[in-house]
């Protein structure tokens, strides 16, 4: 799932490519990806793209007082073109969720942007509102960690009223906007913490620690994702990952080999000698072994 660091990099690069671009033709090609009704969608057609912002995970395109806003989920993704297909779209049969048609008037270029989801289990969301905050996952949506005002003691004022695992919190984009799965992992090894610690359980130092990894984790990867092509983005991603989906290799910290937590539909990784004091935890495929 692409998360703050990619969306961040994709929101940029799509502002340099977009900004001043004339919307031509609209198609959504998957009606359980579009989640509003009014205004329509072919409102947008003839306005001009004033810019791109992030809200958590959400992508938002200012077309001129409309905001045609998206969130990737799981397995969605955008594929931009400057060699657009006018082809017509057979409603659900395809990968692409929606296509946006433009013209950019200062290089007379047409370009292209392709809206795609993999798998059968469709999650990605398109909303075109009047104002970003509509939508109602962007108004529930947390603290920015990388914001100004997100410093260590509003993050020790989070953690202090949860009962919650650190893990399942820092996943939670109505507590910190932004950072899902496989962030949370990388953040949480690099603060040496459990991903079964309580939350409000943590004590100064530790608070610290993960505030310094937060920081330390997230704008690297920003950093990492500036500048680059949607179509190299996600290979960023996974070429600077230390514990995330690396079970059974080396941690690359302690040498001690990088171990995974199952559940039903994703799982976690971690390392036992920097994060647990050497404990192995609890499996649901395994668990009646480590009783």
């Known amino acids: 799932m692409p998360e703050l660091p990619e969306v961040h990099g994709l929101c940029t ?30 409102s947008l057609e003839g306005r001009t793209i004033q810019g791109t912002q992030r809200f958590g995970k959400f992508i938002s395109l200012d077309a001129g ?6 969130h990737l989920a799981k397995a969605g993704w955008v594929r931009y073109t400057e060699h657009p297909s006018s082809a017509g779209l057979r409603m659900g049969k395809s990968n692409i969720a929606a296509r946006l048609l433009l013209h950019r008037a200062a290089d007379d270029a047409h370009i292209g942007l392709d809206l795609t989801e993999a798998g059968t289990k469709k999650s990605l969301a398109i909303y075109v509102v009047r104002d970003p905050l ?13 914001s100004p005002d997100f410093d260590e003691n509003a993050l020790a004022a989070i953690l202090k009223s949860s009962s919650q695992q650190i893990k399942g919190l820092l996943r939670s984009q109505s507590v910190i906007a932004g950072i899902g799965n ?5 953040i949480l090894h690099a603060a040496k913490i459990s991903p079964f610690a309580i939350a409000k359980s943590l004590d100064g130092e530790t608070v610290q620690r993960l505030y310094d990894a937060m920081q330390e984790v997230l704008v690297g990867a920003v950093n990492a994702a500036a500048g680059k092509p949607s179509s190299e983005l996600k290979d960023t991603k996974r070429s600077n990952f230390r ?7 080396p941690c690359p910290v302690c040498g001690d080999t990088v171990r995974e937590v199952s559940f039903a539909d994703t799982s ?3 390392c036992a000698t920097c994060q647990t004091n050497g404990k192995i935890l609890a499996d649901r495929r395994t668990s009646r072994f480590l009783k």
């Open 134 to 146: 509509d939508v109602p996952g962007i108004a529930t949506l947390g603290p920015e960690p990388l």
């Open 268 to 270: 976690l990784q971690y």
């Open 243 to 249: 514990v995330h989906a690396r079970t059974g290799l």
């Open 13 to 42: 690069y799509l502002d340099t490519q977009l900004r001043g671009a004339v919307l031509s033709n609209v198609r959504i090609n998957s009606i359980a990806a579009l989640k509003t009704a009014d205004p329509p969608y072919s």
């Open 65 to 70: 007082g409309l905001f045609f806003v998206f």
């Open 182 to 186: 496989a962030y949370s992992d990388e």
